[in-house]
């Protein structure tokens, strides 16, 4: 499963805590416990994705607080059905266009019959470059997402030099990344442009639901062992209101036990550590709604009692589940 180092973290919430945000409590809210940050641990995409959300809520700013004028939060998903529409990358791209003008950004595509490239700027207030990399990252997954294929890139550049985070940095594009350059940008293939949209329009409500895992996750990510284990554990979870075992899991994808054990090895994960991650997930998801118990939630995620899931839970994110819970009451 993805990670996030705690730079990152860092970086997206200085400017919500700036402006006032209790940021701490937004962290609590997502999963993150007060010790991931001071052990610079890392989190999960899902736990990042619930506190990049609660920013833009709780900064009514899609760009979590930096924008100079703040960015109607809705600005993702707006953008999102109206690319939807497009033929192919290039009318993608001149959609992105229009859509990021009018939150003061400016997308510029130059280059010939050969190679392609795509300058993005801004206005906003951002020191760390957390914005400016998150948007370029979002208008290349964005588009490989429309492709339904990662999208090559030849090259990226930025204007400043990444400090305190190379190795993070280098996972952004996954291709020879120039510093201290003259342009933000990233660079393809001319012919991509061509490359038609092949999703079909009523999956971009699936994307809206799931935002920004597509910004979170690289592309074909979702093929990833790790990432069809989780789903058949989401899946059976949903179906049977409990959780499988990795038998289970083993034969729905044509393997034996000791097999999928080695591969996952291989990914640097196991059944046992998907698991955990999928049960914090829920937990966290069912507690958001007062109508569950807490017996109820534990017996669900396969916990003998609700003393036990507790003291997991408070393991997770060092807050007992009914003080989560209050977290989100008004």
């Known amino acids: 499963m993805a990670t996030i180092g705690h730079y990152y973290i860092k970086s997206c919430i200085s400017a919500a805590t700036f402006k006032g945000v209790d940021t701490k409590a937004l962290m609590m809210m997502a999963g993150i416990a007060p010790s991931a940050m001071k052990n610079k641990q890392r989190i999960t995409d899902h736990c990042m994705g619930l506190l990049l959300n609660s920013l833009i809520q709780h900064t009514q700013d899609a760009f979590f607080g930096f924008s100079k004028t703040p960015v109607t939060p809705k600005f993702y998903q707006m953008l999102l059905k109206s690319v939807a529409l497009s033929k192919n990358i290039g009318q993608a791209i001149e959609t992105l266009q229009t859509a990021l003008s009018l939150a003061g950004c400016q997308l510029e595509i130059t280059g010939n019959d050969d190679n392609i490239s795509l300058t993005l700027t801004h206005q906003h207030d951002d020191p760390a470059h957390f914005l400016q990399e998150y948007l370029m990252v979002f208008v290349h997954r964005l588009l490989c997402w429309l492709a339904n294929k990662t999208i090559p890139l030849t090259g990226a550049s930025v204007v400043y030099e990444p400090e305190d985070y190379q ?6 594009f ?4 120039l510093t201290n350059q003259a342009q933000n940008a990233i660079f393809f293939d001319a012919q991509i442009l061509d490359w038609p949209v092949l999703q079909e329009s009523d999956n971009i409500y699936r994307i809206i639901d799931q935002f920004p895992l597509i910004v979170l996750r690289f592309p074909e990510s979702d093929n990833a062992l790790d990432q069809r284990v989780y789903r058949l554990i989401k899946r059976y979870f949903n179906t049977h209101n409990n959780l499988p075992d990795a038998n289970y899991i083993a034969d729905a994808l044509s393997m ?10 291989g990914l640097e994960t196991s059944f046992s550590q998907l698991k955990t991650e999928f049960r914090q997930e829920q937990a966290m998801r069912l507690l958001r709604h007062p109508q569950n118990t807490i017996e109820a939630i ?8 609700a003393r036990a899931f507790s003291r997991v839970f408070k393991q997770w994110t060092e807050l007992t589940p009914s003080q989560y819970r209050q977290l989100f009451l008004p």
């Open 167 to 172: 190795t993070e940095f280098a996972l952004l």
């Open 174 to 177: 996954r291709c020879n990344t």
């Open 256 to 265: 034996s036990s000791a097999t999928l054990r080695r591969q996952l090895g």
């Open 298 to 305: 534990a017996t669900q995620l396969d916990y003998s009692e």
